[in-house]
């Protein structure tokens, strides 16, 4: 194929970086998504229906230690760090996340997290059998810290093994999985099903499943091309991994871009989570995924799921139908975010990430206005339910998955572990945060708690309408170079450094796309 000048031969680039679903790319991002984004989820909903049955193993096994019945605030304290430890386990296991991405790889990562989930499947799904509640608590902590390594992990081995056309969708394939994870968990943990005193022990080793399943498949696929060029150093692995997941032995263009990359970062070596902080040329994507994913957290998704049970009674639904009602909403929840996958390419990712966090502002404004009107406006009840639906919506399209999207895309090789550090670090500290204080704010403010949620939402919004850019389909060094202008500084390739605009002169025309920056 002929190019005719420099103009045509940017239009080919652009068209020949334009990858295909290939089998062995299908068949990668359910399997990683599956063996850990999966678990994340179902572990965040599986003791919310057995929670009267454990407890009441909880108070027989204090009752067969000290022959007296447990008192009702040890048992508070009990479920609450049963509950609150998975959360903090989570904020150890993103601490985890850099160290190692950068030695073990993506894969190897994934593969070696699997130890956690395994080890405290067996832990709790034999805790009844040990007369031990202890070693619930302790397994909820692991399975916390694999939940921190796989919400962060997975998204960038998705990221990084996608052609760029393909990117957004495949980050969110994890939240597809994560949402799934919770669908089956409150399936099973129906009283019908495992959801009692006899099959709550099951429902909670059920977790190691998937682990297993990740175990035995996931080795058959290849590493992140990205992380053995720029991070091993090993071309020759990187385009055979390359050649496999794209289906097609040339690979030429995507392999020059990964050089240019790594050439561009051959100065600052691997960045620390202190690094970000101190590096200008970062700033603003720092800043960035900070206000996303506390955005994210903050904007009430556990503190609307908490009130939808109330709401769903109010509105005359019997109590043996609730858990079908949640059911719905959690169904619901997956073809959203099934939706996002078809569109983020088409939309973009700032789209969906406005339209997410504006929905969520939107309906938690309409859910406060409702839950104080419903004693005397029947009808409200039902404008209460549209808003969970609403609000559920706006979480599945665009606030819950895209944080994590433009993580991947925002950074390059080098920052992108510590990002995700920072990134997952902020996600766990958020939705830790929440569960201990929500309690606390429904207590004082009733239905008006959701105001603080709406402003939240609110103030995300204004952020990303005038900081965050369009990143569809661009490379990560087209968007590192976007973020460059937003962070006043110039990438040069010639000198092989970063300088302040204010110190360029205004006469240079011609701007090198690849550098390396010097901290």
């Given at each position: ?112 997290n699997n130890v956690f989930s395994i080890g405290a499947a067996l832990l709790m799904g034999t805790s009844e059998l040990a007369k031990t509640f202890e070693v619930i608590i302790i397994s909820r902590f692991i399975m916390g810290i694999f939940a921190g390594l796989a919400s962060t992990v997975v998204p960038m081995f998705l990221g990084e093994i996608a052609p760029r056309n393909l990117r957004g969708a495949f980050g969110i394939v994890s939240e597809t999985f994560v949402t799934s994870g ?338």
């Open positions: 194929m002929k190019l005719k000048g420099k103009k045509q031969a940017s239009s080919n680039s652009h068209e020949g970086s334009k990858g295909k679903m290939t089998l062995v790319l299908a068949l990668a991002a359910p399997t990683a998504a599956f063996g850990s984004s999966f678990q994340f989820g179902y572990n965040t909903a599986v003791v919310n229906s057995p929670a009267p049955y454990m407890q009441d193993f909880y108070n027989q096994t204090y009752m067969n230690r000290t022959d007296k019945p447990m008192d009702s605030a040890f048992m508070t304290l009990l479920w609450s760090l049963t509950v609150s430890m998975y959360p903090l386990g989570g904020f150890f296991g993103s601490l985890m996340v850099g160290p190692l991405v950068n030695n073990c790889g993506r894969k190897g990562t994934l593969l070696i919770i669908l089956v968990a409150q399936i099973f943990g129906l009283n019908s099903i495992l959801g009692n005193a006899e099959g709550w022990p099951v429902l909670l080793g059920l977790t190691g499943i998937p682990s297993l399943l990740q175990l035995l498949l996931l080795p058959f696929f290849p590493e992140s091309p990205r992380y053995l060029l720029i991070q091993k150093g090993n071309e020759e692995q990187a385009r055979k991994a390359l050649q496999k997941l794209r289906g097609r032995p040339d690979v030429d263009e995507e392999i020059e871009e990964m050089r240019q990359e790594d050439r561009s970062e051959k100065e600052e070596g691997q960045f620390t989570v202190l690094s970000l902080f101190t590096f200008r040329g970062l700033r603003w994507q720092l800043i960035s995924i900070i206000v996303m994913m506390m955005g994210q957290q903050l904007s009430g998704a556990n503190a609307v799921f908490y009130y939808s049970d109330k709401i769903f009674r109010s509105a005359g639904v019997e109590e043996d139908s609730v858990q079908y009602v949640s059911i719905a909403i959690a169904a619901t929840n997956v073809v959203i975010t099934l939706l996002g996958i078809s569109i983020v390419e088409s939309v973009g990712r700032r789209i969906l990430l406005l339209t997410g966090f504006g929905l969520c502002c939107v309906s938690c404004a309409v859910l406060t206005l409702a839950l104080n009107l419903q004693p005397t406006v029947s009808w409200m009840s039902y404008i209460s339910i549209v808003s969970v639906i609403f609000y559920i919506t706006g979480q599945g399209i665009g606030a819950g998955p895209i944080p994590f999207v433009m993580i991947n895309e925002m950074f390059l090789q080098s920052s992108r572990p510590a990002a995700f550090m920072m990134g997952g670090c902020t996600h766990w500290l958020g939705y830790f945060s929440l569960g201990l204080v929500f309690l606390y704010m429904e207590a004082a403010l009733g239905p008006y708690c959701f105001l603080i949620f709406s402003v939240v939402c609110l103030a995300t919004v204004v952020y990303i309408f005038f900081i965050i850019p369009e990143t569809k389909n661009k490379t990560f060094m087209e968007i590192y170079k976007m973020m460059a202008k937003r962070n006043k500084v110039e990438i040069r390739e010639d000198k092989e450094e970063v300088k302040d605009f204010n110190a360029v002169s205004g006469g240079q025309a011609e701007k090198k796309s690849m550098c390396s920056t010097k901290m």
